[in-house]
């Protein structure tokens, strides 16, 4: 059985685009719900004795001064996540690092047994660093996957590959910022796990249509590359759905701290797999990928042949 | 452009091997048998839980721990009712291992009430601790279990961010003053300033021209100097001399080994069992301190500042601006501006009580520069008074909000108090007492002194506490999700390969022991993101895998199946080694931006890639030949 993948492409366009735009949109308008890495503040995690209301937790608080403090369940009824922005902070000594304790403090007079399990603070200074690393980080992985793939197979297959990558980030970063789940460091992290996901794919798929355009002397590029996304798609399949298994094994039982993480990774991988097949393929036909493009020294398509 | 084809039929025989399909040579069976006995080993000290255990060290070089001291300090505790699992002497003090957590920390107050007796200065630092359980056979192969990080052990983490600009202002200032201790020398008069460090350079003021062009050749002739020039200051002439970059990069690094060492001996004092301390780029420094949960103990000590000057009171032959005036008991007192000596050479500091008056002091002992210093000047100046300025900075960061955008204002407070104006008795040496100082005030003046200065302020930028039952409950998520997943996984692999399937599974499972045993060798840290990194290695470990297992699926339809192994192997291999190298470079990329947990995650990441590419081409390869090899097989379960 032969599935039309390049017939279909037009459509896929159109998908693509939509949830581009989506993504662009939502990211313009919400933005990116950057976590405490990026921003700076602090961030406390408590724990109590019993389940206990966020809002209790937030009319104690401002009364006790913290007026914008974020407060939150985490993972369960009677975990509390508090975050206070780097502003509310009044000038002086650096107080916010012992802005843990305090609030623990005053937390534990009004309700009782409180455990302070996480605090964490970063200066502004930090946040806004690594805002600008990570940028750099995405750039730098974009730039060195380019080239490799330069090297390695032709500017057009390069193209196509970081095409796929491009759509893949924005997209999941367009996710996060749509249900506005906190960006962290992470996240970060799983979004470049997700640049190397998907660019496996893409490798797989683009070092089969490169020896299918070496070996076959016929058909039409679409032809080629859409006989090629079939002999793949098998592989393409089954390494998703092993890594999705995994992810979800994450997500239920890796705890509320690197869901956020299993998340990223989850949209990423299920969207780099649609992209290795329509994106970069699709990108490859609109460059007009053809033969002349992988011509190779005699000697080496021998060495190609079985 | 490499020739593709030599790349992967170097790795998996040459192109007769089209010919003659069985042949696989041996030594890659005992490569892979020779590999999984080394994991096997390194991996095993994992499996050993570590025990709850108090290490417990001398504060003071005389002071030694034997296996006597260590047998009363057990019996101390069994005493008070907590049970001892064993007790013996390490290298630097003791250890004595226990059954809880709770027992551990009963057991620290309780030794530490009874070994360090209240009002006496600390004789013994008593460290939480996790001692290894690794049997004594594995250690000597220098088998070692991963180690934790914090997210996972519990602890607190600190990122301080070094002043740069104040290390500057003090080499720039200790420059001005080798400049003009040669002046003098050489009877050039340059002209008192109260600031001649101004932005990058210092500025020696003179009264005329031709008395800088005169110290400009003088200092010039010393060759001590990366760039001086003459110049024009605020209506006088100057010499200007500043720092070549080098030099200057040069001052940051020291600096940071200074500070380094400085905070090294003051987390000693905090007694952590294994804390980290180590550089962070260019003007950052990281502290990890495992099993550490009270945060306002280690932040008193770290980024807190203390020294202490000596001078001579003032005398009537000195000139008004070579004097200072500072209020002491209620007076104003006027005295020298010209240190005998300070902090910086001070090689051991104690706390102690005066034995007649009861009040706190502090013992000092001097090195020999600084001793001779002092004897020089106290020794023609008995009868005269000397004064002792304790010296206290604390960094302050002030925060405000300038357009939206918070802004750090950094500064240090700064808090000069003269402590002590004491008649010089007779000559004084390397050693001597202070008084004057509160009892709390002593303690952290002796520790800090003791500790050695540190080169520049620093700044905190960065802290996070775990809490130790945070801690063990991500391990035990993290490990749940990796047994579940990895369950998953083998369950979808035997189901859709079949036989290749179990082939799968078994080079999966030893790319899981390969890797945790290569994390260990290396001594890599296991944080909360490094085990999705390990979570994440199973799923995608199995696509080499994959990438085969389809490929000879294509090739059977074409081939007997002995041929399309060896095709399946065979093609697939580039396409494997292109895929991983790219994402290879994407976790390396990782390395480089991220500190701590991502760093964990990256780290699992590139080791998992290596791991998988090699169990896929020896393991799953090697067993494949085993079962379907030797002989014309007409069907194969794929």
Not at chain 2, 319 to 329: A, H, T
């Amino acid at each position: 059985m032969t599935i039309d993948f390049m017939g279909k492409r037009h459509l896929a366009a159109i998908f693509s685009g939509l949830i581009l735009v989506g993504s662009i949109v939502a990211l313009a308008l919400l933005g990116v719900n950057r976590g405490l890495d990026f921003t700076g503040g602090t961030l406390i995690e408590v724990g109590f004795g019993e389940s206990v209301e966020p809002t209790t937790v937030r009319n104690i608080l401002s009364d006790a001064g913290y007026t914008n403090a974020v407060v939150q369940k985490f993972g369960s009824e009677t975990d509390i996540l508090i975050r206070v922005p780097p502003t509310s902070v009044a000038a002086g000594t650096g107080s916010q690092t012992i802005l843990g304790d305090q609030i623990s403090a005053a937390l534990g007079a009004r309700i009782g047994k409180v455990e302070l399990r996480r605090s964490e603070f970063v200066g502004p200074a930090v946040g806004d660093e690594l805002t600008e690393d990570a940028g750099l980080a995405l750039l730098a992985a974009l730039g060195m996957i380019m080239v490799y793939i330069m090297f390695r197979f032709t500017g057009k297959f390069a193209l196509g590959a970081v095409a796929a990558l491009i759509h893949d980030v924005i997209i999941t970063i367009g996710a996060f910022a749509a249900f506005q789940w906190t960006f962290n460091l992470p996240e970060l992290a799983a979004l470049l796990a997700v640049i190397g996901y998907s660019l496996n794919d893409t490798i797989v798929v683009s070092d089969r249509i490169r020896e299918n355009f070496r070996s076959t002397r016929r058909g039409t590029s679409a032809e080629i590359i859409n006989y090629s996304l079939n002999q793949t798609l098998a592989r393409t399949l089954v390494t998703s759905l092993t890594t999705l298994l995994v992810l979800v094994a994450l997500l239920v039982a890796g705890g509320e701290q690197i869901a956020g993480f299993a998340r990223a990774l989850t949209i990423g991988v299920v969207i780099g797999t649609y992209s290795s097949i329509y994106v970069a393929a699709t990108v490859l036909l609109a460059l007009q990928l053809s033969r002349q493009d992988l011509a190779v020294p005699e000697k080496e398509s021998a060495d190609n042949l079985p | 452009m490499a020739d593709n084809g030599v790349f992967g039929q170097n790795l998996f025989g040459n192109r007769n091997d089209t010919k003659n399909p069985h042949h696989y040579p041996v030594w890659r069976h005992f490569v892979a048998l020779f590999v999984l006995i080394l994991a096997c080993v390194y991996a095993a000290p994992n499996i050993y839980p570590p025990d709850y255990a108090l290490q417990i060290q001398a504060d003071n070089s005389d002071l030694r721990i034997g296996v006597r001291f260590m047998t009363q300090a057990a019996k101390i505790l069994v005493d008070e009712g907590i049970r001892v699992k064993a007790s013996n002497t390490t290298g630097k003090g003791g250890l004595i291992r226990l059954r809880s957590d709770v027992d551990q920390l009963r057991a620290q107050s309780i030794l530490d009430d009874r070994l360090n007796p209240a009002g006496r200065d600390r004789q013994f630092v008593i460290a939480l601790n996790l001692a290894q359980t690794t049997p004594a056979w594995l250690q000597d192969l220098g088998a070692q279990p991963m180690t934790l990080g914090l997210d996972l052990s519990g602890g607190i983490h600190f990122v301080l961010e070094v002043d740069m600009e104040s290390a500057m202002a003090k080499a720039l200032g200790d420059e001005a003053e080798k400049a003009t201790n040669y002046l003098r020398q050489e009877n050039i008069r340059y002209r008192a300033s109260e600031n001649m460090v101004q932005g990058k350079a210092v500025r020696i003021p003179f009264a005329t021209e031709t008395t800088r062009d005169q110290a400009l050749r003088s200092l010039r002739s010393t060759n001590d100097y990366d760039s001086i020039i003459a110049s024009e200051s605020q209506g006088s002439p100057v010499v200007e001399i500043g720092i070549g970059d080098e030099r200057m990069a040069t001052i940051e690094d020291v600096a940071i080994e200074q500070n380094l060492t400085g905070l090294r001996s003051r987390i000693n004092e905090l007694g952590v069992a294994e804390p980290l301390v180590q550089r962070l780029g260019r003007s950052r420094i990281v502290i990890d301190l495992p099993g550490v949960q009270d945060s306002s103990e280690a932040k008193r000590l770290l980024d807190k500042f203390a020294t202490l000057e000596f001078r001579l009171m003032a005398k009537p032959e000195d000139r008004p601006s070579s004097l200072e005036v500072m209020p002491y008991e209620g007076r104003t007192r006027r005295l020298q501006r010209a240190n005998i000596v300070t902090g910086d050479s001070v090689i051991n500091a104690s706390q102690g009580l005066d034995s007649e008056t009861g009040l706190p002091q502090v013992n000092i002992e001097l090195d020999s520069e600084g001793g001779e210093r002092m004897n020089r000047a106290t020794g023609p100046n008995i009868g005269h008074s000397m004064a002792i300025i304790f010296i206290e900075q604390k960094p302050v960061i002030a925060r405000k909000v300038i357009d939206g955008e918070v802004v750090e204002k950094r500064s240090i407070r700064e808090e000069r108090r003269l402590i002590s104006v004491a008649t010089i008795q007779a000559a004084l040496g390397f050693r001597f007492r202070i008084t004057g100082l509160s009892m709390s005030e002593a303690r952290d003046l002796a520790l800090l002194l003791r500790a050695g200065a540190l080169a520049a302020p620093m700044y905190i930028v960065e802290e996070r506490t775990v809490g130790a039952s945070l801690g063990q409950e991500n391990i035990n998520r993290g490990v749940r999700a990796v047994v579940i997943g990895f369950v998953l996984v083998l369950l979808f692999m035997l189901f859709y390969y079949k036989v290749f399937g179990l082939v799968a599974n078994i080079a999966l499972a030893m790319n899981l022991m390969v890797l945790v045993a290569v994390m260990s060798l290396l001594g890599a840290t296991l944080t909360l993101p490094g085990i999705a990194g390990i979570v994440l290695t199973v799923g995608m470990a199995v696509d080499a895998n994959v990438l085969i297992f389809s490929r000879i699926r294509e090739e059977l339809a074409k081939s007997v199946p002995s041929i399309a192994i060896q095709a399946g192997y065979g093609r697939a291999f580039l396409t494997i080694l292109d895929a991983n190298i790219t994402t290879l470079l994407v976790a390396l990329i990782l390395l480089g931006i991220g500190s701590g947990p991502v760093a964990g995650f990256a780290v699992t990441l590139s080791i998992g890639i290596l791991t998988s590419m090699f169990t896929a081409i020896f393991v799953s390869r090697g067993i494949v030949h085993l079962i379907y090899g030797r002989r014309q097989v007409q069907k194969v379960w794929i």
